[in-house]
C-alpha cells in the first residue's frame, strides 16, 4: 500500500521549519577555516614564511626543517579553532573523496595527553590504498599507497556533527610513484602546457613569462527531494536516480520553475551552504532556479585548476550534507527523473599566467590578438584531435542518460566560436588575411568579438564546447563527476597542440617571415586539417548528427561503453607519454577502473529494478487486481456486468512485466565475456533495454493502479512538493 507516501506527505506538511539565521556579515566570515598565506604570514617567522610562499606559488619541495614550523603553525591554530583531528584529505581514481582521520594526540611516559604534529607527518600519510579501485596497478604494485601533502591547496577545517577536522589536500600515490589519484595528473598536465605555452610565448618575442596555469569555474545543477521521499525509494537511496515513474501531468512545461522565485525552504538552504562555502574561502557566486521543478544551480567564481578541482569536491560533499540537515535528499545525478531535464556541470576553462593575462582572452593590441589566435587555435586542433578522449573523460554509466538527449550537448564533440569569431578562421584557412607589411601589426579588431560573444543572448547552448568571450565552457560535464577529468584533458590537449604550433611557428619564422605573417601561416595550415570540428548550428538536430560523421568524420560516441575503449587507444597513449601526463601503466589502470564502474553500476541498477518490480510493484498489482476480482465477481453474481478494461490491462502488463524481470535476470547472470569492453557493450545495449522494458510496464501499471495502492512516492510529489 501507499502508507510511506501518505506518512512522507504528513511529515513535510507538519515538519519543522528550519530556523533562518541572520546572514554573517561575510568579512567576519570569509576564509575563517582556512590556513592560508595570510594566517601562515602571521604565525611562521619570516624566512619560514617565506620558503613556504615559495612553495606555495611554484610547487618546489620544501625543506623538512620548515615543514616541521609550517606544521607546529597549523597544529596551534587548527588546536585554538578546537580541533582535535587531522586528515589528509585525497581524491582516488573514483569521483568520490576520501580521508583518513588522526588524532594529534600522544601521551608521554608521565600519562599526559600532549598533542604532536611534525613536519613529516604533514608531508606524508600511510593510508592503507588497498581497497580503493587502482585497476591494473594493483597487480603491479603493493597495494598500498600512501598521501603527500599538495602545499599549492591550503589546509581548512572541516566542521561535521561528528566534531572537527583539519584538512590537508594531498596527492595519492603508489610506492613506486605510480598515480592513484586525479590531483597527481592534474598537477602534470598544467606543468606540460606551461611548458608547451612557453615556447610559444618565447617564439612571440615575450621576454617576460611567468608560469601557465589553467583557471576552472563549474556550474553545478542539482535536484532537492524532500528525503521522507527519497528515503521511501529505495532506487534514489541506492542509485540517485528513479528506476520508476511515470510522468506527472504537469511537468517542466510552462518554464515556471526556471523565471520563479527560488522556494523559501531552498533560500534557507543554500544560505547555510554558502556561508559554509565563504568559511572554507570558496567563493560562491550565483545561485538560481535550474529548467526543472526542484533541480537548482551554484556557481562560484572561476580560480586556478587545482584549487578550483579541490574546492568542486569540497563543494559537492558539503551540498549533500547540508540538504540532509535541511531535510533534503542532494541528488547529483546526471539524470535522476526520466522525461525531465538533468544535471550537468559546466566546466568555464581558460590558460593564462601574471604577466600575458588570460590568452584566451582576445586583448586590445594586435600583438594580443596574436597570441589569442594561437591559443584558440590550439583549442580548435586540440579538440579536433582529441574528441574522443573528451568523450571519454566525461563517461559514466549515469551522464550517458544525459549527452544526447535532447537537452544536453551531444555526444558528438564540436565546437561553438560565434560567428564572428568563426569567419575570422575561415578568413584565415581560406587565405583571406594572410599577409601583413613587414613591421606593420595587423588590426584584427578582436576586441570587438569579445565584447559581441560575451553577450549570453546570443550563445548557441547546444555545444559541448563552446567559445563564451574569454573562456571555453565544457557543458557536456556530469554532475557528478569530478572536473579533474576534463580539465586534464583540456590541459594535455592544450600542451599538445602548443607544442605543434611552436615548431611550425619557429619554421616560418626561421624562413623569415614576420611575426603577423608567420601565425596566420600556421594557423591556416591548422585550420585546413581542423575546421571540420567547428560547428555554430544545432547541435541537438538530426542533420547534425548525421553531417558530423558522414561528412565531418567526427565520431559519435553515445555511450561509455563506446567512449572508454579510446583510451586504450595508440594515440592517446602517446599523447599522454609524450606530455608525462599519465605512463601507459596509469592510463590503463584509469581505464580499467572506469569500465569496471560502469559495469557495476548498471549491474546495481538492474539488480534493484529486479527487487523493485518483485517484491513492490508485482504485490501492489496483485492486490489490486485481488480486490477488482472480487468485487467483479460479487457484482456479476448481483447480475451487474462490470467493465473488463483495467482489470485485463493490468493483468497483461503485470505478466509482461514478469517475463521481461525473467530475462532480465538471466542477464545479469551472464559473466562469460570475452573482454571488459565486450561485458560493457552488453550493460550498455542488452541490460539497460531490458530495464527500460521492465520500466515501460511497471509506468504504465502506475497509471492504471488505485492511487492508494502505488508503493512509490510518484513524480508530481517529490518534484512539487516542499
Ligand atoms: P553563465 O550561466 O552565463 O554561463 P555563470 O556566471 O553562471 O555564467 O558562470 C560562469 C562561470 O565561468 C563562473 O564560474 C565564472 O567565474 C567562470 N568564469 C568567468 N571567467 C572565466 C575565465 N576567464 N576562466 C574560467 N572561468 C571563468
Ligand atoms: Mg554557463
Redesign the pocket.
Known amino acids: 500500500g501507499n502508507e510511506s507516501r501518505l506518512q512522507a506527505i504528513l511529515n513535510i506538511t507538519n515538519r519543522q521549519k528550519t530556523v533562518v539565521q541572520k546572514p554573517e556579515p561575510l568579512d567576519k566570515i570569509w576564509a575563517t577555516d582556512v590556513f592560508n598565506l595570510a594566517k601562515m604570514e602571521e604565525a611562521l617567522n619570516k624566512s619560514a614564511f617565506k620558503a613556504v610562499k615559495q612553495t606555495v606559488q611554484t610547487g618546489a619541495p620544501l625543506d623538512p626543517a620548515v615543514a616541521d614550523v609550517v606544521a607546529a603553525a597549523m597544529k596551534n591554530w587548527a588546536l585554538s579553532k578546537g580541533v582535535k583531528f587531522f586528515s589528509h584529505i585525497f581524491y582516488p581514481m573514483t569521483n568520490i573523496t576520501a580521508e583518513k582521520h588522526d588524532g594529534f594526540i600522544v601521551t608521554n611516559a608521565e600519562g599526559n595527553a600532549i598533542t604532536e604534529f611534525s613536519g613529516s607527518l604533514l608531508i606524508k600519510g600511510e593510508p592503507d590504498g588497498s581497497s580503493f579501485p587502482n585497476g591494473s596497478l594493483r597487480m603491479t604494485n603493493a597495494a598500498r599507497g600512501y598521501t603527500a601533502w599538495d602545499p599549492t591547496s591550503p589546509a581548512f577545517i572541516m566542521h561535521t556533527e561528528n566534531g572537527s577536522t583539519l584538512m590537508i589536500p594531498s596527492v595519492f600515490m603508489s610506492w613506486t610513484g605510480e598515480a592513484l589519484d586525479k590531483k597527481i595528473p592534474l598537477l602534470r598536465s598544467i606543468s606540460a602546457m606551461d611548458k608547451a605555452a612557453n615556447k610559444v610565448l618565447a617564439l612571440m618575442g615575450e621576454t617576460e613569462i611567468a608560469p601557465l596555469n589553467s ?5 553545478q545543477e542539482y535536484f532537492l527531494v524532500d528525503s521522507n521521499f527519497a528515503l521511501a525509494r529505495p532506487d534514489l537511496l541506492l542509485t540517485g536516480r528513479t528506476l520508476f515513474g511515470a510522468p506527472p501531468a504537469k511537468g517542466q512545461q510552462f518554464d515556471d520553475h526556471y523565471f520563479g522565485a527560488i522556494p523559501e525552504r531552498v533560500q534557507v538552504f543554500m544560505q547555510d551552504f554558502e556561508d559554509q562555502l565563504y568559511r572554507l574561502g570558496i567563493p560562491a ?2 545561485h538560481h532556479n535550474e529548467v526543472a521543478p526542484g533541480q537548482f544551480e551554484i ?4 580560480e586556478s585548476a587545482n584549487i578550483a578541482a579541490d574546492h568542486q569536491q569540497l563543494m559537492m560533499t558539503l551540498m549533500k550534507a547540508t540538504a540532509k540537515k535541511h531535510g533534503f535528499m542532494c541528488l547529483l545525478h546526471e539524470k535522476p527523473f526520466a522525461g525531465v531535464n538533468g544535471s550537468g556541470k ?1 566546466v ?3 590558460v593564462g599566467n601574471a604577466t600575458q593575462g ?1 590568452l584566451l582572452d582576445p586583448g586590445k593590441t594586435p600583438h594580443d590578438n596574436l597570441n589569442f589566435l594561437l591559443f584558440c587555435g590550439a583549442v580548435i586542433r586540440g579538440v579536433h584531435k582529441y574528441g574522443p578522449l573528451l568523450r571519454a573523460v566525461i563517461a559514466s554509466a549515469s551522464n550517458d542518460h544525459r549527452l544526447g538527449a535532447n537537452e544536453a550537448p551531444p555526444a558528438i564533440l564540436s565546437v561553438y566560436l560565434g560567428d564572428q569569431l568563426e569567419k575570422v578562421f575561415q578568413d584565415i584557412k581560406d587565405g583571406n588575411i594572410a599577409t601583413s607589411k613587414k613591421g606593420d601589426e595587423m588590426d584584427l579588431g578582436l576586441s570587438q568579438i569579445l565584447k559581441f560573444e560575451r553577450d ?1 543572448g546570443d550563445r548557441n547552448r547546444t555545444s559541448p564546447f563552446a567559445f ?1 568571450g ?2 571555453f ?1 565544457f557543458r557536456a560535464v556530469g554532475s557528478s563527476q569530478s572536473v579533474s577529468g576534463p580539465l586534464v584533458a583540456m590541459n594535455t590537449m592544450m600542451a599538445d597542440s602548443l607544442d605543434w604550433i611552436a615548431d611550425k611557428l619557429k619554421v616560418e619564422l626561421d624562413n623569415g617571415k614576420d611575426q603577423t605573417t608567420a601565425v596566420l601561416a600556421v594557423l591556416k595550415e591548422l585550420m585546413e586539417q581542423h575546421s571540420n570540428v567547428v560547428f555554430g548550428g544545432d547541435g541537438y538536430s538530426e542533420e547534425w548528427h548525421k553531417a558530423a560523421v558522414e561528412e565531418r568524420g567526427l565520431k559519435n560516441l553515445p555511450t561509455s561503453a563506446d567512449a572508454l575503449p579510446y583510451l586504450r587507444d595508440e594515440s592517446i597513449r602517446e599523447l599522454f607519454s609524450r606530455t608525462g601526463v599519465f605512463t601507459p601503466v596509469e592510463l590503463e589502470s584509469r581505464f580499467e577502473v572506469y569500465a569496471e564502474q560502469y559495469i557495476l553500476s548498471i549491474e546495481v541498477e538492474a539488480k534493484l529494478v529486479i527487487e523493485m518490480a518483485k517484491t513492490l510493484i508485482y504485490p501492489s498489482a496483485s492486490q489490486y487486481l485481488a480486490e477488482l476480482s472480487v468485487t467483479h465477481t460479487s457484482m456479476a453474481d448481483m447480475g451487474i456486468e462490470m467493465n473488463n478494461a483495467v482489470v485485463s490491462s493490468i493483468a497483461k502488463e503485470t505478466n509482461a512485466m514478469l517475463t521481461t524481470v525473467a530475462e532480465l535476470e538471466a542477464a545479469v547472470k551472464k559473466h562469460d565475456f570475452e573482454s571488459i569492453e565486450a561485458h560493457m557493450n552488453f550493460c550498455a545495449n542488452d541490460i539497460r533495454s531490458l530495464m527500460d522494458k521492465v520500466r515501460s510496464h511497471v509506468d504504465t501499471l502506475e497509471g492504471e493502479l488505485a492511487d492508494d495502492l502505488w508503493p512509490l512516492p510518484k513524480y508530481r510529489e517529490m518534484l512539487f512538493i516542499k
Open positions: 583557471s576552472c569555474g563549474a556550474e557566486k550565483t556557481a562560484p567564481y572561476f559546466h568555464n576553462w581558460s588570460n549570453p563564451t574569454n573562456r565552457e
